[in-house]
T-cell receptor, first 112, second 114 residues
Framework: EDQVTQSPEALRLQEGESSSLNCSYTVSGLRGLFWYRQDPGKGPEFLFTLYSAGEEKEKERLKATLTKKESFLHITAPKPEDSATYLCAVQAAGGATNKLIFGTGTLLAVQP | DTEVTQTPKHLVMGMTNKKSLKCEQHMGHRAMYWYKQKAKKPPELMFVYSYEKLSINESVPSRFSPECPNSSLLNLHLHALQPEDSALYLC?????????????FGPGTRLLVL
């Protein structure tokens, strides 16, 4: 069964304290792995799409990496405005067309 | 521009009411989606439209009825809902339904069923 697991469930950081969020996946074949940021009561905001192991993408303080089993979202010198829930999702080759399988998210709180 | 708009932002309805949620995108995307999200849970797929045809229905109860009038618009008609249907309803769109297409989400409609 296709599955996505995110850890930790919650993370509290001090401003400037770098860290990483993990997304482990088990799928029949990976079509794409997606990272989203979601603020309370709002829709997920697209961050990155990764397609193959070894791929990396960066945007401001965020960097996403991908291996054959997991993806990491590295946050460098976070600011309070980076506080949000970060969702990881995968599209599996064996699943319904373009169906996303979401993890349960990591709730990040960055304290000033 | 990767904007998906949804109206209304908030909706309160009784169990006997009929209401509709609306979603619009002008990115030329040919696939549109409805998701339901409960508090502290990830989004759950409800329906997928591809080229204005319903391609996926994730066994959603018939009190939810989707409609895609054209390639830019997506509606979700609601009738005889239950209190447990209260949730954030999200619309999303993607260029197509091919390999690894990125889905872009709207801000959502917060629905409360009394």
């Amino acid at each position: 069964e296709d599955q996505v697991t995110q850890s930790p469930e919650a993370l509290r950081l001090q401003e400037g304290e770098s860290s990483s969020l993990n997304c482990s996946y088990t799928v029949s074949g990976l079509r794409g792995l997606f990272w989203y940021r979601q603020d309370p009561g709002k829709g997920p905001e697209f961050l990155f799409t990764l397609y193959s192991a070894g791929e990396e993408k960066e945007k401001e303080r965020l960097k996403a990496t991908l291996t054959k089993k997991e993806s990491f979202l590295h946050i460098t010198a976070p600011k309070p405005e980076d506080s949000a829930t970060y969702l990881c999702a995968v599209q599996a080759a064996g699943g319904a067309t373009n169906k996303l399988i979401f993890g349960t998210g990591t709730l990040l709180a960055v304290q000033p | 521009d990767t904007e998906v708009t949804q109206t209304p932002k908030h909706l309160v309805m009784g169990m006997t009411n009929k209401k509709s949620l609306k979603c619009e995108q002008h990115m030329g995307h040919r696939a549109m989606y409805w998701y339901k999200q409960k508090a502290k849970k990830p989004p759950e797929l409800m329906f997928v439209y591809s080229y204005e045809k319903l391609s996926i229905n994730e066994s959603v109860p018939s009190r939810f009825s989707p409609e895609c009038p054209n390639s830019s618009l997506l509606n979700l008609h609601l009738h005889a809902l239950q209190p447990e249907d209260s949730a954030l309803y999200l619309c999303a769109s993607s260029q197509g339904t091919g390999r690894g297409e990125t889905q872009y989400f709207g801000p959502g409609t917060r629905l409360l069923v009394l």
